[in-house]
């Protein structure tokens, strides 16, 4: 595994105008923590198992989105940004994520992108929450496996949502 480094002891990625910028240095596995690789890896497969991980900052959303899955059991975690996304991620695995295209601190693109990456979360259903049909497509080429439109109507809104956590529950 190599990876690229400004200098050894800061692991840090080098710069635009570094002046090492394209050398590489060789860090064997043990000495970048393999025990910390573990411990996060043991984490992960112990994690909480929820219905359904709602990533929206708009809190309107959020509270109706609690109010129309609460009645028909789903389990429902909600953040408000990729950042918290990310670290939510790390410690419960929901079986759908629902996740707003307009996120204050990245696009919600950047979430398909991240959990695709991980081994642990290939074929996680990801829908987009957009009211942009532009926006559906880049969702699409993200590795979204799909979208709800917005402003949706709620009881199709629970409907798809329970249908896509019954079929992954069974």
């Given at each position: 595994?190599?990876?690229?480094?400004?200098?050894?002891?800061?692991?840090?990625?080098?710069?635009?105008?570094?002046k090492a910028r394209g050398q590489v240095y060789e860090i064997p596995i043990s000495q970048i923590g393999m025990e910390s690789w573990s411990?996060?890896?043991?984490?992960?497969?112990?994690a909480k198992h929820v219905d359904?991980?709602?990533?929206?900052?708009?809190?309107?959303?959020?509270?109706?989105?609690e109010v129309l899955l609460e009645p028909v059991g789903i389990n429902l975690v909600s953040v408000g940004s990729c950042e918290g996304a990310i670290t939510a991620l790390r410690e419960i695995r929901p079986r759908l994520l629902l996740v707003d295209l307009g996120l204050p601190d990245r696009s919600g693109?950047?979430?398909?992108?991240?959990?695709?990456?991980?081994?642990?979360?290939?074929y996680i259903?990801?829908?987009?929450?957009?009211?942009?049909?532009?926006r559906a497509g880049a969702a699409w080429r993200a590795g979204f496996s799909g979208f709800i439109a917005k402003p949706f109507?709620?009881?199709?809104?629970?409907?798809?949502?329970?249908?896509?956590?019954?079929?992954?529950?069974?």
């Open positions: 595994m190599m990876y690229t480094y400004q200098n050894e002891q800061q692991r840090q990625p080098a710069g635009p105008d570094s411990a996060r890896r043991q984490a992960r497969s112990t359904v991980c709602l990533i929206e900052d708009d809190e309107s959303i959020v509270g109706m989105v693109l950047e979430i398909a992108r991240v959990v695709r990456g991980w081994n642990d979360y290939p259903p990801i829908i987009a929450l957009t009211a942009s049909a532009e109507e709620p009881k199709m809104f629970q409907t798809m949502v329970k249908s896509w956590v019954s079929a992954l529950t069974h």
